[in-house]
């Protein structure tokens, strides 16, 4: 079974159907479907991305070191979003900010290893605390200093296709891919940056439709769901 799992939580998915802001009855669900593993005694972390507000790299109408910045801060409004609904369903948790602000800790890798002992859920926001790189990057690299066997990241596709699935209806699914096979064909399930960090921390992914409820379980189980990226293909 999985021991510990980082979760990438997209800004878009918090805001549910509504597509923008919060659409807080969908967010409990999801902290629910989190709560469940959690209980079953797997460490959690998360990463969650600001698009339910503005990213960055699509405010074309700033200037993109600062749209980046209120980017960032979106992230990290999120992550309070949801550290008060994990309380409210009974989970402890612990945030950190990659972007330095008073009222959420710096990313602290003894911290967040201390917390998740101590049986938290852990979260992060603030990306990467730079302008210019994205949540995915940001994902890769708290993986790697919480030690993650595996980053699921949630998203509105069933796994990783050869092509859009939502442009080509002759798109085809993988079970399972290499990280070189990701990057030679420019897949674009994260951004390459992280896709190397992953492959080189020896750190899977799995992507999987964040509509099924319980995927994560799936995950945490080891049954087969979505794709699994990783360094080399199972015989």
């Known amino acids: ?12 998915s918090l805001a549910g159907n509504k597509k923008y802001g919060l659409d ?3 967010i409990k669900e999801i902290c629910l479907r989190i709560k469940n593993i959690h209980d079953m005694g797997v460490r959690v972390a998360i990463v969650c991305g600001g698009g339910n507000f503005l ?49 959420i800790d710096n990313i602290d890798k003894k911290l967040s290893l201390k917390a998740l002992d101590e049986n938290k859920i852990v979260i992060f926001g603030g990306g990467t605390g730079k302008p210019f790189f994205s949540t995915d990057t940001g994902a890769s690299l708290r993986a790697v200093d919480i030690g993650a066997d595996i980053i699921v990241k949630l998203t509105n596709v069933d796994g990783v296709y050869d092509k859009d699935p939502n442009k ?6 993988y079970d399972e891919i290499t990280f070189d096979d990701v990057l030679k064909n420019k897949l674009g399930i994260m951004d390459m940056e992280a896709i190397e960090m992953c492959r080189d921390n020896n750190i899977e992914i799995a992507v999987i439709n964040i509509n099924i409820s319980d995927g994560l379980n799936y995950i945490v189980e080891n049954k087969k769901i979505g794709t699994r990226v990783v360094c080399k293909k199972k015989l």
């Open 24 to 26: 807080f009855d969908y």
């Open 1 to 12: 079974m999985v021991k510990t799992i980082l979760i990438k939580l997209s800004g878009e």
């Open 168 to 173: 080509y209806s002759d798109a085809v699914m």
């Open 55 to 103: 990213r960055g790299r699509d405010a074309k109408a700033m200037d993109r070191e600062r749209a980046d910045y209120v980017g960032m801060l979106a992230t990290v409004m999120n992550s309070l979003v949801l550290r008060d609904m994990f309380i409210q369903i009974g989970c402890e948790v612990y945030n950190q900010s990659g972007l330095e602000i008073s009222i």
